[in-house]
């Protein structure tokens, strides 16, 4: 049994390239707990104890460049200490790789789980949750950017992304940055009592309702394969990206994704990616005053004369002509 008026514990396991707003905001409203522990206090826990780890040797980094002091997640101290909660936060341009490296602390992650633990993943964080396979035939959310290549890669979790946050069986998933602060307020509610929430909830922060979540504009393909792969274009426009690195991305053959590809859209993967370069820069010329060989770096072509080239072939312009064609109609 645990003894009575101890802080609770609760560990942040971080990977590298971490959003660190999914991180930092919450992480003060717990400090802000422990300092004034005396009026954040039930029969069992006084205040909030945070531990950041990470799951390899190596550093990790924000991606902005945010940096937090954090344990190798085997360090002795922590080792085999048991955890309350544990909260992975949202990544920056995750990859399969990233995934693959994690597998001793994910390991961990699920034995937290199995202990006990209420675990919780934020965002992209909860990919890790999934590869974990703490949310296998589970009910979970994530952010609407990601559920494509998320469905793709985790066909038996009942996924149900217009919902900011999903609880099931101690498994927290959200879908947003603004939804961590919820998170909060739940775990808060579950280890400290709804008074003690409700306090943390008025004092700390107020949040609006929720917006309505984006959609696609495109349609979907009815093929999982292609709608993941088309979102990873198109959020990752300015990669070297090849057939290649594609499919391998997606754990397929490059000859399987091109055939399912060009079934879906009419097009290849590359050539689909080109296009899609294409409109970015053309909505550059439009927007901005950028030279045309910055709009070519910014859009992901590898050189002007490429750019130009297919930007003719697809427009009957060069980009010169289409931008004064625009001041013409103006």
């Not at 991180?23 to 206090?41: K, L, Y």
């Not at 399969?96 to 209420?118: F, I, M, P, T, Y």
């Not at 990601?146 to 217009?162: A, D």
């Amino acid at each position: 049994m645990r003894s009575q008026q101890r802080a609770l514990d609760i560990a942040y396991l971080i990977p590298d390239e971490y959003w660190s707003s999914t991180v930092t905001g919450v992480v003060e409203i717990f400090h802000a707990m422990q300092r004034n522990v005396s009026a954040f206090q039930n029969t069992g826990f006084r205040g909030v104890a945070v531990t950041f780890l990470r799951g390899s040797r190596k550093l990790v980094h924000g991606f902005s460049g945010f940096s937090i002091d954090t344990l190798y997640f085997q360090h002795p101290s922590v080792k085999d200490k048991f955890f309350d909660a544990v909260i992975v936060p949202s990544v920056w341009n995750l990859s399969v790789d990233n995934l693959k490296e994690s597998s001793r602390a994910l390991s961990w992650l699920k034995d937290q789980h199995q202990r006990g633990s209420l675990v919780v993943g934020l965002v992209t964080g909860v990919f890790y949750l999934a590869e974990a396979g703490l949310l296998h035939e589970r009910e979970a959310t994530i952010h609407w950017a990601s559920v494509n290549i998320f469905r793709q890669r985790y066909p038996t979790v009942k996924l149900t992304p217009n919902l900011q946050m999903v609880e099931a069986d101690r498994v927290i998933t959200a879908a947003t940055t603004p939804a961590t602060f919820d998170v909060a307020i739940l775990i808060i509610q579950r280890f400290m009592g709804d008074r003690t929430a409700e306090y943390v909830s008025h004092y700390f922060t107020i949040r609006g309702k929720d917006a309505p979540l984006p959609t696609f504009l495109e349609s979907s393909s009815h093929d999982s394969l292609v709608d993941a792969c088309r979102d990873k274009m198109r959020m990752n426009l300015t990669e070297n990206w090849s057939l290649e690195t594609l499919a391998r991305q997606f754990s397929v053959t490059p000859r399987t994704l091109s055939r399912r590809f060009a079934k879906a859209t009419g097009l290849s993967p590359i050539l689909y990616l080109t296009k899609q370069r294409l409109n970015m820069a053309r909505n550059l010329l439009r927007s901005t005053s950028l030279q045309v060989q910055e709009v070519a770096e910014q859009s992901g072509f590898c050189s002007t004369t490429v750019f130009c080239r297919n930007f003719k072939k697809e427009f009957s312009q060069t980009p010169g002509q289409y931008r004064k064609s625009l001041s013409v109609v103006a």
